[in-house]
Every structure is written in structure tokens, then in C-alpha cells.
């Protein structure tokens, strides 16, 4: 079974990118993890030249990031120099350039960006516009075009599961199950793609109350020590065992804290 699933959606989001693109605009991409930005930026790279700086915490890094795309080698270069023979070859080459994964943006960093936005044209890609969050570089946003990008909605969401049907990447019966997929992913797609491929990586029959969560439950993904009840259950106001309906809902307390769980992890901070 082929495990991994293909980008999927956001065609305004790419025509818009592309319009964008031949326009030579600055382009701000901004929402939180796990939402697509990288992705996006690698599909419209298929389409258009594009370069793609994927760490940005340093200035070194970034020639670093970018040097090692080009082929070259820096061998006695300090940092100064590498970043000025960068600005010649990138204002010549004269193509966007894009800076994934921005945040805490030191001021050297800021510096070049913005440097860099004033001879060519530059697209960021964050998870915030906060000040606090984004650095130095939030006082040059003002010059880009701001692209939101929002989770699936439930329509998004059921036709991305559908799709990963017809290929073969989960089990059939999962059609039985969009909103409780949709729920759980809150409409991210990173964290979707992560369930599906929990539920993937077994056959299961999914049916019964929280049974999606039960089977995740199963490979790991959640823990189960909040569903460790003893029979039978008491209530200690009362002192009567606990109803099933009573059991039932602590069960599916306990799945939703589970799902919360597991969303923190595939999202990784």
C-alpha cells in the first residue's frame, strides 16, 4: 500500500502565488503549523523558478541554505563576503526567492531580506505576523502582499480522504468516518495526512462509539492511560455503580483528550 499522499487543494492559493509571481509582488505567507505552507511553496516551484531558503535563523545559514542549492563552496569566505557575492548573483539572477520557516528574525537577517526585497522579488512564509513572533523582519511587512492560509473545511477535508481511497492509502470504510476525521484534524492538513496514515498502517473494522480513536489508540499514536477504568465503576457521590451511558461519556472524554494529544505532537510546536 502506498503510504504517502499527494499535496492536495488550494488551487485559488496557487493561482493566486502564480499571478503573483508574474507580477514580480512581495509575497507574505502566514498560518500556523502544519497547514501547507512548505508545501505550497514546493508546488509552485514545479511551476516557476523559484528558490527556496528553507533556514533562515542566521545570516550564516541562509548562505549556507542557499550556497549549498547553487553548488558553491564558500572555502575561506567570511560571512560578509558570502552574503555580498549572494546579493550580486541573486540581484543578476533576478528570480524570486523564497524564506520558509521564518520566525525571531535576528537583524542582520532582517537586514538582508529586506536588502535583498528592494532589487528582487522576495516571498515569506511564517507562522505568525506578530511582531514578537515573526522579529525584525515585521517592520518591512508592509511592503508584501499577506496570504492566509486556512484549514480544510469538512468539504476539503472528505474529498482529501476520498482521493486517498481511490489510491489505495486507507482503508475503504474510512468514508464512513469524515466527520469524526474532520473533528479530530481540526482541518489541518499535516495532522490529517498523520491520521490517515495511523489508520493506515492497519486494517481495521471501524465502527462502535470513538472507534476511529480506538484505532489509533491502538498503534500508538495515543496513549491509553486515561482509559484505564476498573470495573465495576462507582460513583463516589452515590456509591452505585457507574451507568453505561456514564462510561460511555468518559470514554469519549477520554478519546477527545487523546486527539489533543496527538495533535500537538504531529504539529510539533
Not at 498560518?31 to 514545479?46: F, M
Not at 563576503?81 to 549572494?86: A, H, P, T
Not at 537586514?111 to 511564517?126: G, M, N, T
Request: aromatic share 8%.
Amino acid at each position: 500500500m502506498n503510504k504517502s499522499f499527494a499535496f492536495f487543494g488550494r488551487d485559488k492559493e496557487i493561482e493566486l502565488l502564480r499571478s503573483l509571481y508574474a507580477l514580480r509582488k512581495h509575497v507574505f505567507i502566514v498560518g500556523p503549523a502544519g497547514i501547507g505552507k512548505t508545501a505550497l511553496l514546493r508546488q509552485i516551484r514545479q511551476r516557476c523558478p523559484l528558490l527556496v531558503c528553507e533556514d533562515t535563523s542566521s545570516l550564516r545559514r541562509i548562505c549556507d541554505n542557499i550556497e549549498q542549492q547553487l553548488g558553491w563552496t564558500h572555502h575561506k569566505l567570511n560571512v560578509i563576503e558570502r552574503k555580498n557575492r549572494l546579493f550580486a548573483h541573486l540581484e543578476k539572477r533576478g528570480e524570486t526567492v523564497a524564506f520558509d520557516h521564518v520566525t525571531h528574525t535576528p537583524p542582520r537577517v532582517a537586514r538582508f531580506i529586506a536588502f535583498l526585497a528592494e532589487k528582487i522579488p522576495v516571498w515569506i512564509a511564517c507562522r505568525s505576523d506578530r511582531p514578537n513572533e515573526i522579529g525584525h523582519i515585521w517592520e518591512h511587512l508592509y511592503k508584501f502582499t499577506r496570504l492566509e492560509l486556512v484549514p480544510f473545511t469538512a468539504e476539503d477535508t472528505g474529498q482529501f480522504i476520498l482521493e486517498a481511497i481511490a489510491e489505495g492509502n486507507v482503508q475503504p470504510d474510512a468514508r464512513k468516518h469524515l466527520d469524526e476525521l474532520h473533528r479530530m484534524s481540526e482541518g489541518n492538513p499535516r495532522v490529517l495526512e498523520e491520521l490517515l496514515i495511523e489508520l493506515a498502517s492497519r486494517e481495521y473494522k471501524m465502527d462502535g462509539a470513538c472507534a476511529v480513536s480506538t484505532c489509533l489508540i491502538s498503534t500508538g499514536a495515543f496513549t491509553r492511560s486515561t482509559l484505564r477504568f476498573k470495573q465495576p465503576q462507582w460513583n463516589a457521590e452515590d456509591e452505585r455503580p457507574a451507568s453505561p451511558g456514564r462510561l460511555q461519556r468518559a470514554s469519549s472524554a477520554a478519546c477527545a483528550h487523546d486527539v489533543s494529544v496527538h495533535r500537538q505532537a504531529a504539529l510539533g510546536g
